[in-house]
T-cell receptor, first 111, second 117 residues
Framework: GQQLNQSPQSMFIQEGEDVSMNCTSSSIFNTWLWYKQDPGEGPVLLIALYKAGELTSNGRLTAQFGITRKDSFLNISASIPSDVGIYFCAGQLKSNYQLIWGAGTKLIIKP | GAVVSQHPSRVICKSGTSVKIECRSLDFQATTMFWYRQFPKQSLMLMATSNEGSKATYEQGVEKDKFLINHASLTLSTLTVTSAHPEDSSFYIC?????????????FGPGTRLTVL
């Protein structure tokens, strides 16, 4: 079945550092979405990407939809304590609008 | 905009009882809603796709008689866990597809923590 490979699995960084994570797939997607999930909460949409090559920013977050439509990355600049959480990528199938999920990247900020 | 609510946020029930979870899109119409289950430290697992006015489509391995889904209106879908057992304890999350007036995007509810004793 379709799978997304998300890496890294976890990151330990210092406050103020930049963060980068990515997802790759063997399948082509029409839409890439990046979500953040805090403990005990549902995922919150961070950035949605709809066109191959598209580069979109949301404050300190920047994400790109790969040219091949099989990959995407998310960058967070100048990390702050509230950035901790789990970040998920998801590719959306146009046929039935289902989301295929990455395994998540857990971001931990060292004090 | 694009707010999805879930009720209840937490529920504890005895084994053998049924539990209903509501998912509402508060400021948009959602012709399609999705129900997920999430185990600790894992990603979301799609259980079923719910289309307004029609039967839900269940993923392989998900018992439709166990997890009853009703999508009676454009803003409400319900998931009923029937005859719940401890192994049904999990975090259940719904999402709603917003297609009106812009790109296709899914928004998620805050989740419902179900504990079956």
């Amino acid at each position: 079945g379709q799978q997304l490979n998300q890496s890294p699995q976890s990151m330990f960084i210092q406050e103020g550092e930049d963060v980068s994570m990515n997802c790759t797939s063997s399948s082509i997607f029409n839409t890439w979405l990046w979500y953040k999930q805090d403990p005990g909460e549902g995922p919150v949409l961070l950035i949605a990407l709809y066109k191959a090559g598209e580069l979109t920013s949301n404050g300190r977050l920047t994400a790109q939809f790969g040219i091949t439509r099989k990959d995407s990355f998310l960058n967070i600049s100048a990390s702050i304590p509230s950035d901790v959480g789990i970040y998920f990528c998801a590719g959306q199938l146009k046929s039935n609008y289902q989301l295929i999920w990455g395994a998540g990247t857990k971001l931990i900020i060292k004090p | 905009g694009a707010v999805v609510s879930q009720h209840p946020s937490r529920v504890i029930c005895k084994s053998g009882t049924s539990v209903k979870i509501e998912c509402r899109s508060l400021d948009f119409q959602a012709t399609t809603m999705f129900w997920y289950r999430q185990f600790p430290k894992q990603s979301l697992m799609l259980m079923a796709t719910s289309n307004e006015g029609s039967k839900a489509t269940y993923e392989q391995g998900v018992e439709k008689d166990k997890f009853l889904i009703n999508h009676a209106s454009l803003t409400l879908s319900t998931l009923t866990v029937t005859s719940a057992h401890p192994e049904d304890s999990s975090f259940y999350i719904c999402s709603a597809r917003d297609r009106a007036g812009g790109p296709d995007t899914q928004y998620f509810g805050p989740g419902t923590r179900l504990t079956v004793l």
